[in-house]
């Protein structure tokens, strides 16, 4: 038969990675054994244990694979909107289309429950994720600042400020089963409300900017 190829070997990690998300989302890491994730993957125990160790690393890189999937494919090019509001806009649009999911709601109800359990996951959920986000809002009110728009002594401190505010708080509020985990018209009205306070405090005025 030969040895698989990198393209099999691939095909069959994202194949049981894709086994292992649906059953973490739905019964939580304790709930879902090895013995499941191999058989809903069709494969055996050895074969899971050989290419990722231990179940914990299956958790592992099944959320950071959802995250750097779905980063990927919503990281932005750049805008022609004319505003800074109107450029914040689309970008907390494209992440919270996703973000406000049941499918992503269940992720992180099951990441929070496990994060004293695997801290090294929790840091790398918020480089891998959480920073990425910060960056790309970073770069947007950087440039901003240079044409005038706004007054910020460190943008990447206000990005942190913006993602906590406009993307984390919806998403665990939705987690949490305080809202719905879905991006709305109510969640939309809420976080343009929330998009103009934040860019309240940090045009430009007569005192410091928002991060001074």
Known sequence: MGR???????RLTSHILKSARQLFF???FDGA????????????????YARFGSKARVF???????IDTQLRALEPSGSDEPDIGSRLRV????????????RIASMERVV??????????????????????????ASILAHANAKGELSLADPVFAAEQFVTLVVVAPMRRA???????????????????????FLDGCRPRDGDGCSK
Not at 60 to 65: F, G, K, M, S
Request: proline share 4%; glycine share 4%; no cysteine.
């Open 112 to 137: 929070i429950a496990q994060a004293v359990r695997f801290p090294a996951l929790a840091a790398n959920i918020h480089d891998f994720g959480y920073q990425r986000a910060v960056q790309w809002v």
């Open 33 to 48: 054994s090895a013995d499941m994730i191999a058989d809903q993957a069709r494969i055996s125990k050895r074969t899971l």
């Open 91 to 102: 970008i907390a649009d494209r992440l919270l289309e996703w973000l406000l999911t049941p």
């Open 175 to 197: 987690a949490l089963g305080l809202s719905p985990a879905a991006y709305d018209e109510a969640a939309r009205d809420r976080i343009s409300r929330g998009i103009d306070l």
């Open 60 to 66: 592992e890189a099944v959320i950071l694979d959802e």
């Open 4 to 10: 698989p190829t990198t393209e099999d070997a691939l």
């Open 26 to 28: 739905e019964h939580g």
